[in-house]
């Protein structure tokens, strides 16, 4: 017992919340220091609203108007009263009411701001402008402000919006960051509180890539529709890729700084869906330059000699050979307005790569038209893979300048080759 200091104590916010519990017939009182406590420091400014907590003015509300030292000045707001009057800070008590925009001065949330929802005896309840939670703070931790926090977007190594791994099965998605903690959005959709020492910065290879529901390809910075699952009817940019989980971001989505998490199969890559006979030729030669080029033989669709660059007997795909290589410009979407140039095309989907950025997209059909009129037009013969960068050079090709008749060296299967 002689280790225990029960006078002069005075509980933290967090003390009381963790026993919340108060025993009959005892009173804590927070509100204002001992009277008698004559080194008791103080938080008022000027401007302040005040109450007067002690001696024949109890209760008596006023506005700090002067402050020197250890004596406080202030103007009741009384009718009878016209005279400044003078109080020691021990007498006298914050005072604020529903709707007050402060700002916290100490303690857990120290630095946030916000607006009072709820004033109880002895604590404060606002709702913080950066996240739209509720916190409790305490009177005296309080100072009316005017301005809005905006919080801080890196700590250390770490920033805003990292992917951090939580454990070796583990990641998550840093949506907030405190003095001491960060919150952290999980693979199962809950955010938790971690201490920067407890994580771990994920490297991320920019070459990850997915499956969504309609099995096409996605990677991060994709535009995506969430079509199953407790985010159904949202779309949204990704921002990370692990495993089967995807992170997405919404600027219609408050919560979390806008991040969400969704399983990859629940997705549709935005632009339209490719049908299921193009998934297994036509995503491939997104993937491969090789496959694209019209001297190999899966560009001709895998059929005879004679598909004269439209595909063979055998072809599974069916590939627009016309309009790859047009500058076209995107008219519906999210890509809305964008200009690029065709790099695969089949009856519903075409494969566009931006100007703007080094990106590739998948966008339907019906969501791009031919810009510029005649800069899209298809020159050469019968398909665009008969075209080289000099327009001069024939039916050459960049990499058979020498060969007899021009020809890739692919038999009758050219796109230009002319029997005779």
Not at 82 to 110: C, I, M, S, T, W
Not at 252 to 262: A, E, Q, R, T
Request: aromatic share 6%; hydrophobic share 35%; proline share 5%.
């Amino acid at each position: 017992m002689s280790a225990i200091l029960a006078e002069g104590v005075k509980p933290t916010l967090t003390e009381l919340e963790r026993f919340e519990e108060q025993p009959e017939g005892i009173d804590i009182e927070l509100a204002a220091p001992a009277k008698d406590d004559p080194t008791s420091l103080h938080s008022f400014s000027m401007g302040d609203n005040v109450e007067v907590c002690s001696g024949d003015l109890a209760n008596l509300q006023a506005r700090i108007i002067a402050i020197d030292g250890s004596m406080i000045t202030v103007m009741p707001k009384h009718d009878a009263l016209k005279d400044a009057l003078v109080f020691k800070p021990n007498e006298l008590r914050k005072y604020f009411k529903q709707g007050d925009h402060v700002k916290v001065l100490a303690g857990r949330y120290e630095g946030d701001t916000g607006l009072i929802v709820r004033v109880e005896p002895h604590r404060v309840v606002l709702v913080s402008d950066l996240t739209m939670h509720e916190l409790e703070v305490l009177p005296r931790d309080l100072q009316l402000c005017s301005d809005m926090a905006t919080g801080v977007d890196s700590l250390g190594q770490f920033q805003w919006g990292d992917m951090v791994q939580l454990d070796p099965q583990t990641v998550g998605v840093i949506v907030r960051l405190e003095k001491e903690n960060f919150h952290v959005l999980g693979m199962q959709g809950k955010v938790i509180e971690c201490k920067p020492q407890a994580l771990q910065k994920r490297r991320e290879n920019r070459f990850t890539m997915a499956l969504d529901s309609e099995h096409n390809s996605i990677q991060k910075k994709d535009i995506v529709k969430v079509i199953d699952g407790p985010h159904a009817g949202r779309e949204g940019e990704i921002k990370h890729l692990y495993r089967n989980f995807a992170f997405l971001q919404s600027r219609m989505y408050l919560d979390n700084g806008g991040i969400f998490v969704c399983k990859t199969r629940h997705l549709q890559l935005a632009g339209g869906a490719k049908n299921a006979a193009s998934t297994n030729g036509l995503a491939l030669g997104f993937m491969s330059p090789r496959i694209q080029s019209p001297m190999h033989p899966s560009g001709r669709g895998g059929g005879g000699p004679r598909g004269r660059g439209r595909g063979g007997r055998g072809g599974a795909v069916s590939r627009d050979r016309e309009f790859i290589g047009q500058t076209i410009k995107i008219t519906g979407g999210p890509y809305k307005g964008n200009v690029g140039i065709v790099r695969d095309a089949n009856v519903s989907t075409a494969r566009i790569e931006l100007h703007t950025a080094c990106q590739t997209i998948s966008v339907d059909r019906g969501h791009i038209a031919a810009a510029g009129g005649a800069t899209g037009a298809v020159r050469g013969g019968a398909s665009s893979y008969g075209r080289t960068p000099n327009p001069r050079a024939g039916a050459n090709t960049p990499t058979y300048r020498e060969a007899g008749f021009k020809t890739p060296l692919q038999g009758a299967a050219t796109p230009v080759y002319e029997a005779g």
